[in-house]
């Protein structure tokens, strides 16, 4: 079964516009990442948020972590079209042994970000 | 470094056809995985090893074996190819299994008619 709950499943903005992903999880987790992919391309890593952590930046993206909510969320700011990608979050599970690599993902959102 | 390395591309097999999807990886990464994405369905996790000689199965896994000889080479066999096997198919790696981030290939689109 799925981990991740992705909302909105769509989204779409104009360039230097802010675009906000929320994803939501189960279950305790060790960290929590999120992904990008480009239109039949493999998946890129983006950024990982531990779950002691409360917020995280890189470059444009900024991920906040709520585990009492067990909801996290990214946001890009000032958009370009090159942003136009899919994003996925995805857990590792707070489990002892082999279980810490094993990452669950959520169904994604689109991004469409127009010039 | 190549990287995450998976062949082929793309595939077609009849059902009932078996094959084996190649994964290969220059990274030293110890831990390897296999997923199948499909539409409205995101990634799941098929098969994963945390090191040569150890193999365990995903939340996926039937109709599917593994096997991991090396480090670096971690191929996913179909047994009898059926049309729900219809799928993009991802390798990925990470240098341990605490949780590290993942390196993808670029997937093998597979369609079993």
């Known amino acids: 079964s799925q981990q991740g709950e992705e909302d909105p499943q769509a989204l779409s903005i104009q360039e230097g516009e802010n675009a906000t992903m929320n994803c939501s999880y189960k279950t305790s987790i060790n960290n929590l990442q999120w992904y990008r992919q480009n239109s039949g391309r493999g998946l890129v890593h983006l950024i990982l948020?531990?779950?002691?952590?409360r917020e995280k930046h890189s470059g444009r993206l900024r991920v906040t972590l709520d585990t009492s909510k067990k909801s996290s969320s990214l946001l890009i700011t000032a958009s370009r079209a090159a942003d136009t990608a899919s994003y996925f979050c995805a857990t590792v599970a707070n489990a002892g042994g082999t279980s810490y690599g094993k990452l669950t993902f959520g169904q994604g959102t689109i991004l469409t970000v127009h010039p | 470094n190549a990287g995450v390395t998976q062949t082929p591309k793309f595939q077609v097999l009849k059902t009932g056809q078996s094959m084996t999807l190649q994964c290969a990886q220059d990274m030293n990464h110890e831990y390897m995985s296999w997923y199948r994405q499909d539409p409205g369905m995101g990634l799941r996790l098929i098969h994963y090893?945390?090191?040569?000689?150890?193999?365990d199965q995903g939340e996926v896994p039937n109709g599917y074996n593994v096997s991991r000889s090396t480090t670096e080479d971690f191929p996913l066999r179909l047994l009898s190819a059926a049309p729900s096997q219809t799928s993009v198919y991802f390798c990925?790696?990470?240098?341990?299994?605490?949780?590290?981030?993942?390196?993808f290939g670029q997937g093998t689109r597979l369609t079993v008619v």
């Open positions: 090893s945390v090191g040569a000689g150890i193999t």
């Open positions: 990925a790696s990470s240098y341990s299994n605490r949780g590290a981030e993942a390196f």
């Open positions: 948020i531990r779950s002691n952590e």
